[in-house]
Structures are given as C-alpha cells and as structure tokens.
C-alpha cells in the first residue's frame, strides 16, 4: 500500500534551519512529482513547493521563495525540503503529498511533521 | 488571503444536504483547471475527497459529489452523517500566481 512518511520536524530558533524528509513505499517514487503542503496551527492548507517527477522542474510558493529548497533521490525513495532563514510563520504542520501528474490532484498524504519556529 | 473563497463554515441536521462553495476567477477555475477537494478528520492528514470536479476515488461514499460551473465548484453531502464532521478544502491551479492555490476551508458540523 502507497505510504509517505515525513520526519524531521521540531523546534528550531528563527534563523535557523532544518531539512525535513519523506520517505515513501508502496509505489514507482520517480513515475510521480511530489509537494510539500503546511498548515499552520488552527489556519487552512498553505502549498508550498513541488517537484517533478525527475527533479529537473521545481516551483515554489511566493512566501518561501528563496529560503526554500525542494529535492529528491528517487534511488532512495526519498523527498526533501531544506529550509533556511526559518521565521515564526513558518511554524505548521508540513505534509508531503503525491501528486497524480504535475499541479494535479494529491492523491495519497502523509501524516504530518510539526516544524515550530521559536526562540 | 486565498484566491479561491470558501465560506468557513456550513451545518446541517443528519441526513440533511449541505454544499460548499469554492468561489475562484478566471486565473484558476474560471480558465478551466480541474478542482479537487479535499476531507481533513480531526487530527488527521487531509484525503482526496472528489478529483477533476466531479470524481470520487474509490472508496468514498456516493454521498459525496461535486459539480463546477464557470469560475465557481461546489461540493455536495447528501444524507449528512455525524461522521462527515470536519474540515473541507477545495485546490486548483492558477495560472498567474503559477501555483497549486487551496480555498481557506469549511468547518462542517453535524446538528
């Protein structure tokens, strides 16, 4: 069965960074892009980045723009994303999600990292 | 603030209809691009609810169905079940912010 797991989240002092990971099972990792979605405590779903299927296209949300980097390692079914010059709004719930084509649906979630920026 | 509006929050009686609103422009849903929606429980990671509009992934209730109409998409719960209790978001794609864009969100609540 299709499973993404996230890690890497905690408390981080603002500035800082951190790299969270999502190790996926149960499906061809390279046939897929992948995203990375937040949601903040108590607020909505905020996009934040996606990559292609190979790597060689990514995109990212205005707010993360720049302190941001979303990657792979398809031999290692594995997605990342660095963040760096972390602020008090980046504190959310960080979800990966498979994307079914590329900005399509998201059709299998993980279940979350907690990322709380504070000092 | 969202480029697609959804009201916060709808409730109904069980068994009764409620729909949900996603309300867009003709950068996203009004330029064509598939609306999705999505059903996040308590505590729980979100889940595909309704795909390319009107499309339910196997599994889900027939109860559930959605409809799009010109820059606006609207999600059905018909027979509304004490289970149906939580949060429901809709996602497109808009092609000047050239990102995935989610509506901010319905609560619904079972009476």
């Known amino acids: 069965q299709v499973q993404l797991v996230e890690s890497g989240g905690g408390v981080v002092q603002p500035g800082r960074s951190l790299r969270l990971s999502c190790e996926v099972s149960?499906?061809?990792?390279?046939?897929?892009?992948m995203h990375w979605v937040r949601q903040a405590p108590g607020k909505g779903l905020e996009w934040v980045a996606v990559?292609?299927?190979?790597?060689?296209?990514?995109d990212y949300a205005d707010s993360v723009k720049g302190r941001f980097t979303i990657s792979r390692d398809n031999s290692k079914n594995m997605l990342y994303v660095q963040m760096n010059s972390l602020r008090a709004e980046d504190t959310a719930v960080y979800y990966c999600a498979r994307d079914y084509g590329y900005y399509d649906k998201l059709d299998y979630w993980g279940q979350g990292t907690l990322v709380t920026v504070s000092s | 603030q969202s480029v697609v509006t959804q009201p916060p929050s709808v409730s109904g009686a069980p068994g009764q209809r409620v729909t949900i609103s996603c309300t867009g422009s003709?950068?996203?849903?009004?330029?064509?691009?598939?609306v999705h929606w999505y059903q996040q429980l308590p505590g729980t990671a979100p889940q595909l609810l309704i795909y390319s509009n009107n499309n339910r992934p196997s599994g889900v209730p027939d109860r559930f169905s959605g409809s799009k109409s010109g820059t606006s998409a609207s999600l059905a719960i018909t027979g509304l079940q004490a289970e149906d209790e939580a949060d429901y978001y809709c996602?497109?794609?808009?092609?000047?912010?050239?990102?995935?864009?989610f509506g901010g969100g319905t609560k619904v609540t079972v009476l």
């Open positions: 996602q497109s794609y808009d092609s000047n912010l050239d990102s995935v864009v």
């Open positions: 003709s950068s996203n849903i009004g330029a064509g691009y598939d």
């Open positions: 149960g499906f061809t990792f390279s046939n897929y892009a």
């Open positions: 990559i292609s299927y190979d790597g060689s296209k990514k």
